[in-house]
DNA sequence: TCCATACCTGCGCAGGTATGCAGCTATGCA
DNA sequence: TGCATAGCTGCATACCTGCGCAGGTATGGA
């Protein structure tokens, strides 16, 4: 097996064969990156709480996400016009009030993970 | 149950009861932030590719892990720096060479859950 | 002693991102 | 028609973070 790339397959390894594997095991870059990318919308406290209420609690409005983390109503609109982007949540309209929830079946299952050592 | 803080008691709710609900769903403040730190950590294509490599292949060394992962050897470095201070992976040193490996419970199984969907 | 290797650290730059404020659109009600 | 509410958007600022470069420390061998 020979993995390593041309262009620094010339560079010393300390245990050669080790390296293909871990070539193997990172896999597609494009996989890593679309991962990345998920994980990146979970690591800020403001919208990971916004997922959690809006997984453990079911649809909710955006002023009553506002009320229930104590962020204002332009920071939640915003965080959820990221997450809308991403394809993790969706808005239904019913008259003024948009109920949101999560849609992304990734997603969930890691903040059902992240849920889970609460207790 | 009157779990909002008296800070924003006053607004207007739109479903009265659910935002407690989402408040007793998000739960502690620390316990959220923990989580989006941990999250943050695999946030980055380039820590989660030396992560998976860890994770699967077991330890590996600083070169190595550049090598695998086409990165130089100071960004390897200051990566695993990032990690090590996290307590996500610990580094054994034999000679000159140092090899890490992941050391978290919680991130082990989260690199579990993100290497599944591969086949 | 001298040198090469393996790894670590500090510094500075560039790019991305969260945050607050002001203002806009749309719906519902009187 | 007029007004209040629910939500969205744009902009400016400050901050954070990844990244490369240069240089430093420690181990092993000649």
Redesign the pocket.
């Known amino acids: 097996m020979h993995l390593v790339p041309a262009d620094r397959a010339d560079r ?1 390894t ?1 245990d050669g064969h080790r390296v293909c594997d871990a070539i193997a095991a990172i896999g597609d870059a494009a996989h890593v990156r679309a991962w990345a990318d998920r994980f990146s919308l979970l690591a ?1 406290p ?1 919208r990971l709480a916004l997922l959690l209420a809006l997984h453990r609690t079911g649809p909710l ?3 009553d996400l506002a009320i229930a983390t104590g962020m ?4 939640v ?2 965080a ?3 997450l809308r982007a991403a394809g993790v949540v969706e ?1 239904e309209k019913e ?4 109920r949101y929830r999560v849609v992304d079946r990734d997603v969930r299952s890691l903040l059902e993970h992240c849920a889970a050592d609460v207790g």
């Open positions: 010393r300390i800020d403001k409005a955006v002023s204002n109503d332009p920071a609109s915003q959820l016009r990221l808005g008259g003024r009030v948009v």
